[in-house]
């Protein structure tokens, strides 16, 4: 289906509205993927797993608005879950960028920090942008499940990965602002998602303790020296 254009005469604003409430009525058809991203994202992040997102420009905001509200929380208190913005890691983003080329910017953290039971999530209005089609790659070839935010599909993004949501409009920031709202769908729907998840096990951290291994301790300065040299 594709947006209806306003007619001439009309407002900015009015236009912007009219194009809004095109693409609004095609987006109500994604409600049970929405449903379904969210428990299985539920499940995969409540047994430790994590949520690696990425966008450029104004879809660089909206990933990090993803990530916050799954670190901080949407509605409720709760156990805190691991999702990352890709873009925000700056120092990293530049580094690779300047040695590798912007293409190598997301993918090469993909291959760093993704694991097969994490999930990636990308972002475009266009569906055509290299870096993310190369972080699309990167994801395959480590095992990670791919998801994408696009425009109006087919688009080459939508097609490399395992799912899309398309958002059926000609406008980039109506495509904007819907994902905006498909973001927070899908974070409703972790939440509530949430509580059978961890009944089946509590959320691991990052960082595991190993336990059962002798601690290491500085040597004391007044014991006696031992006999012999240096192990």
């Known amino acids: 289906m594709t947006a209806a254009t306003p007619g001439p005469g009309a407002t900015l604003l009015a236009d912007h509205l009219s194009l809004l409430a095109a693409a609004l009525l095609p987006l109500r058809g994604a409600e049970q993927m929405l449903a379904r991203w969210g428990e299985e994202l539920a499940q995969r992040l409540a047994a430790g797993g994590r949520l690696l997102v990425a966008g450029n420009g104004g879809s660089a905001a909206e990933a990090q608005h993803l990530t916050a509200e799954l670190v901080g929380k949407l509605r409720h208190d709760r156990q805190p879950l691991s999702a990352i913005a890709l873009h925000a890691e700056t120092s990293a983003l530049t580094a690779i960028a300047n040695d590798y080329g912007y293409d190598e910017a997301f993918a090469r953290q993909v291959r760093a920090h993704g694991r097969p039971r994490d999930h990636l999530l990308l972002m475009s209005t ?100 031992g006999r012999g040299g240096p192990a």
């Open 126 to 225: 266009s569906g055509t942008s290299s870096n993310l089609l190369t972080a699309a790659h990167a994801a395959r070839q480590t095992g990670i499940r791919c998801w994408a935010f696009t425009g109006p599909a087919p688009n080459p993004l939508a097609d490399l990965c395992h799912e899309h949501l398309a958002i059926d409009s000609p406008d980039g920031q109506v495509v904007q602002e819907l994902h905006l709202v498909a973001s927070h769908v899908l974070c409703e729907y972790v939440e509530l998602a949430l509580p059978a998840a961890l009944a089946a096990g509590p959320v691991r951290a990052g960082v595991e303790v190993v336990v059962g291994e002798p601690a290491l301790t500085e040597p004391d300065p007044t014991a006696p020296a």
